[in-house]
């Protein structure tokens, strides 16, 4: 880098993220999330305010899941906010382990209500209620529903946005399904879409698995996971996806007429994913100048910044105009950035601290040259391509990024995976921020003792298909493949 070249990335810095990301980490995700405009803080402590930016990248999220949904027959519902506590006490495991996270609402104006009622921290209860009085026979089954919404969850030491907040955006679905292959299939392919979406639209390398006893859902037979590891060694839950077996449905009274004719219990799926999504999406990708958004999930995937001087400006605005079209005809979401109250420096910047994959430059000059620049955020770097092949270039240098943002996180969490026999290695992996691969028989008793003995590490997922066994970490007894690590 020449020393103009230095100064000139210190200045836009100085503009943008002053704290380094190897550096402070903590600091610097949160200069980006306030100073790349996703969010604002609010007088009510844990809850943030989801601005238009981050907003959109949620809307592109939750229009790919929906879409996938729907290609498997999901249906989308609303349910109520407040859950009676009678209603929410009803599957005892699930209580238990929710209690601690529960808001309760008990007042009305003046009026002291005679039930408290729950905020909604997760939706089962309030569901399977309904559910109960739905399903009728097996003609009613699968039931397949999906609700997009907010959950409150208050207990939690510290705040972060989007990562950990008393409030947060999620979709959780719910099915009911006749036997339990049916249910374990439904389970399967929601981890699926949660695993090639996160892939293949955050560009997060993630490991699939399931849970321990102690860490899967509570009230759940088995809880299925997606896992990635962030820039400061701790892994992070993308989507879950949960076998309830029979349980809910035997406290809720659900139950169907079989084929057979006679009366039979049914078995559920619950699945979700949520907002920290976007928190996972700003730790992977994003540098010391802010925000790097893989294309697929952009809200704006190119901006077109036009170099403006009073003599040539509606030459300028007029090609950029046209190439603002030709781009849109190769599908392409873009913005023309014409305001002329600010300067194209600032305007770099600016889109760069936002994370918009490609920027390109055109001035008189480049009009005279039949040519614009296009700029890359994953590597800050430039290339100059004719004007009549822009749009085409721009295509592929959109899909060249896509995919070079998947293949940096593949390597960083295969880099960052270190094999480990026993507690004390994965103590130590833990220490030097990375994920831990061993062997685990799962137990309640081996996760409390590998907590208390590893600072807070537990497991993060065993393999799903356990063929490959080896002694467990903690007892010695045969375990499967699985992996540690600090959780968010």
């Keep these: 880098m020449t020393e103009k070249n230095k100064k000139t990335g210190d200045a ?29 803080y609010t007088l009510v402590s844990g809850c943030i305010v989801f601005k238009p930016y981050s907003y959109a990248i949620w809307e592109k ?3 790919e899941l929906d879409s996938k949904f729907k290609q498997l027959g999901v249906q989308n519902a609303y349910f109520p906010l407040f859950i009676p506590e009678s209603l929410f006490k009803k599957e005892a495991e699930h209580v238990e382990g929710f209690t601690p996270e529960v808001a309760w609402v008990t007042q009305a104006g003046s009026e002291t209500l005679g039930e408290r009622l729950a905020i909604r921290p997760t939706s089962e209860t309030i569901m399977y209620d309904s559910f109960s009085k739905w399903i009728r026979s097996w003609r009613d089954l699968p039931l397949l529903i999906n609700q997009w919404c907010s959950v409150v969850r208050w207990e939690f030491k510290y705040a ?11 979709q959780e679905g719910h099915t009911v399904h006749e036997t339990k292959d049916e249910a374990d299939k439904q389970v399967m392919q929601m981890l699926e879409i949660y695993r090639s979406t ?21 009230g759940a037979d088995y809880t299925t ?9 701790k892994a992070l839950q993308m989507g879950t996806s949960h076998q309830l077996g029979q349980n809910f449905a035997k406290a809720f009274g659900i139950s169907f007429l079989g084929k057979d004719g006679n009366k039979q219990v049914p078995w559920q799926t619950s699945w979700g994913m949520s907002t920290r999504v976007i928190g996972a999406l700003i730790m992977s990708h994003g540098d010391d100048y802010g925000l790097v958004l893989p294309p697929n999930i952009a809200p704006i995937q190119a901006v077109i910044v036009p170099i403006i001087f009073e003599d040539s400006k509606k030459e300028v605005i007029a090609a950029a105009e046209k190439l603002k079209k030709e781009l849109e005809k190769e599908g392409i979401t873009v913005k023309l950035d014409d305001r002329e109250t600010y300067t194209a420096g600032w305007k770099f910047n600016e889109w760069e601290l936002k994370g918009v994959p490609v920027r390109i430059e055109i001035g ?21 391509v004719t004007l009549s092949t822009a749009a085409p270039a721009a295509k592929k240098l959109l899909d060249e990024i896509q995919s070079s943002l998947h293949n940096k996180s593949r390597q960083h969490l295969e880099k960052n995976t270190v094999a480990a026999k026993n507690i004390a290695e994965i103590t130590a992996a833990a220490k030097d921020k990375k994920l831990a691969k061993g062997h685990f028989c799962g137990s309640i008793k ?27 970490v903690a007892c010695g007894k045969e375990g499967v493949a699985a992996y540690f690590g600090k959780a968010y």
């Design 446 to 472: 081996c996760e409390e003792e590998l907590k208390a003995k590893a600072d807070g590490v537990t497991s993060r997922c065993m393999a799903l298909d356990a063929k490959e066994k080896g002694k467990c």
């Design 12 to 40: 836009g810095k100085t503009m943008g993220i002053s704290a380094r990301k190897s550096e402070d980490f903590s600091e610097w995700y949160t200069q980006t999330v306030t100073k790349a405009d996703l969010a604002d």
């Design 225 to 233: 996971t997606i896992e990635a590891l962030m820039p400061d060694g």
């Design 160 to 170: 972060k946005p989007f990562i950990r907040t008393r409030e947060f955006l999620w």
């Design 61 to 63: 999220l939750q229009s």
């Design 364 to 384: 008189p000059r480049d009009i005279q040259k039949q040519q614009i620049i296009l700029f890359r955020r994953d590597t800050r770097a430039k290339e100059t």
């Design 198 to 218: 996160v892939e293949d639209y955050l560009a997060i390398a993630v490991v699939s698995g399931k849970k321990s006893e102690k860490e899967k859902f509570a």
